[in-house]
Each structure stands twice: as C-alpha cells, then as structure tokens.
C-alpha cells in the first residue's frame, strides 16, 4: 500500500504513489531552502514535526468546514493524503505586514494591516521565481477560474480565521502564510500542501519571539526550538500554555 514510487520530490517533501490512485504518501524531509533554493541546510528533526504540526492543522481545518487532502498519518514523518490537481498558484494570506510585503509597500515589519487579511495570488513558476499575481493576470493565464478563484479566496480566508483564533488562544501571533489549493477526483476545490513553520509566520504573543522558518532564512539560531515549540502549542489545549 504505502509508497510505491516516487512521484515528485520538492525543496520540503516527497510524494510517492500507492496501491490506489486516489491516494498518495506525502513524505516531510529535514531539508529547507530559502531565497528560491540559494539558501539550502537542514533543520533536525523537521520533517517529523512538520508532518504532526501539518496533520494537527489539517484536521482542525476539516472540522471547521475546510476540505483538506489530509487523510491519516502513517509514519513519524508521512502522511496519507488525496490526489489533487493542484492549481499554479500559491495564496498567501497576511494580517500583519512581514517579509516581501514590507519591501512592496514600504511598511515596517510587524505592522497590523489595516485590510486584513490582505489574500495575494503567486504563480507557481520558478523559472519566473513565483511572481505576484494580480486579478488580470490571473484572468489572462487562466489558471483558476473565476468560480474556483472565488471558492479558494473564500477558503483562505476561513482557514485565517480558525488558524488565527487556534493559535491566539495558545500564545502564538499568525502573521502570515501560503496555502496551495487543488481539485479532487470529485471536482471538488480542497487544501493541499502542508502548514507548518516552513510555510507560516509565527510570533510568540509574549516576547515576540519569532517560531518560523525566518528563523533559518536570517540566520537567527535557536530554529530546532521554534518548530518544537509550535508543535507543543498546536498539541496543547487553549489556555494552558505558559
Ligand atoms: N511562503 C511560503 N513559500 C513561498 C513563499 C512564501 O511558504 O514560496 C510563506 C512564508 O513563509 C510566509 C508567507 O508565505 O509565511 C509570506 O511570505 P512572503 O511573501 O513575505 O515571502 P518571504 O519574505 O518569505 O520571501
């Protein structure tokens, strides 16, 4: 059943083939890359803790009303998940301003916007380094059409609501994050990819602390920590973390 052959190997995962078509193993490894692959190392232990992080999320999602690819979990590092036809674009949603936001528009890092959640269209093309997308280029490539456009947006914005207030209540600031979204067997738009430190932005409510993977990409210590951090407060119950 379990991992017949290797489909796709990315910078974070591997997928692999089963027994069903339907079905794929999504594999998390230890690597990390940043700067579109110029910066590349390992973070110990990550695939195993981005794979429970991912597997937690995934399951609060699917409670709240959002279709995930999520289906088990069946290793330490792998899980389960259904077939989709992905969509080439990444939609990554912001409340607070932080990273390429802040080189666009010019605000300070940490600054709550005031739109929030601003929800931004990437295409998915690394020959192109994965540029922004606005509405009439997304029109042009016709990429997602408007009606899965609109499902996805609305899906993204109800993935911040539940992940904010999940998190809030476990002393961790969502900042910002990506989400890819794909089409099941059934036509039906789902969430695909994983959540975790290596696609979120966390800050520590308390001492601002960041717990992602900017942590690695500036070189700022302590990376192993954060994500075992977020992984003990995504484990735990609202209210108990000190
Ligand atoms: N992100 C990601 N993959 C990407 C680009 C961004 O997971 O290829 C996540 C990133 O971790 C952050 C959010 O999307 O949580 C917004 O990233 P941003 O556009 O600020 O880019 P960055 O500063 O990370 O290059």
């Known amino acids: 059943m379990i991992g017949r052959e290797k489909l ?3 910078k974070a995962k591997i997928v692999y083939s ?3 078509p339907e079905v794929y193993l999504q594999d998390f490894k230890d690597s990390a890359t940043a700067f ?3 910066k590349k190392g390992t973070i110990q232990q990550k695939g195993r803790m981005n794979n429970a992080i991912s597997a937690r999320l995934f399951t609060l999602l699917e409670k709240a009303g959002v279709p995930t690819h999520y289906l088990q979990t069946v290793s330490e590092t792998g899980m389960l998940i259904r077939r989709l036809d992905m969509f080439q674009v990444e939609f990554v949603v912001r409340n607070i301003a932080a990273g390429s936001l802040c080189k666009r528009i010019g605000y300070l890092e940490g600054t709550p916007l005031k739109k929030a959640p601003v929800v931004e269209y990437y295409y998915k093309d690394d020959g192109l380094g994965d540029p922004l997308l606005c509405q009439s280029h997304l029109e042009e490539l016709a990429v997602v059409d408007p ?3 609109a499902e996805t947006t609305r899906l993204s914005r ?10 809030a209540a476990r002393g961790v600031t969502l900042v910002d994050f990506k989400l890819e979204f794909g089409k099941d067997a059934t036509g039906a738009v789902r969430l695909g990819d994983e959540i975790s430190p290596d696609t979120c932005r966390f800050w520590d409510i308390a001492t601002g602390k960041k717990l992602d993977k900017d942590r690695f990409r500036r070189d700022m210590g302590d990376v192993e920590d954060a994500y075992e951090e977020i992984l003990r407060r995504v484990s735990s119950e609202p209210g108990t973390v000190v």
């Open 8 to 10: 796709h190997e990315g």
């Open 158 to 167: 109800l993935v911040n609501s539940v992940l904010k207030e999940f998190f």
């Open 18 to 20: 089963t027994d069903d």
């Open 147 to 149: 009606e899965d456009l």
């Open 36 to 38: 579109d692959g110029k």
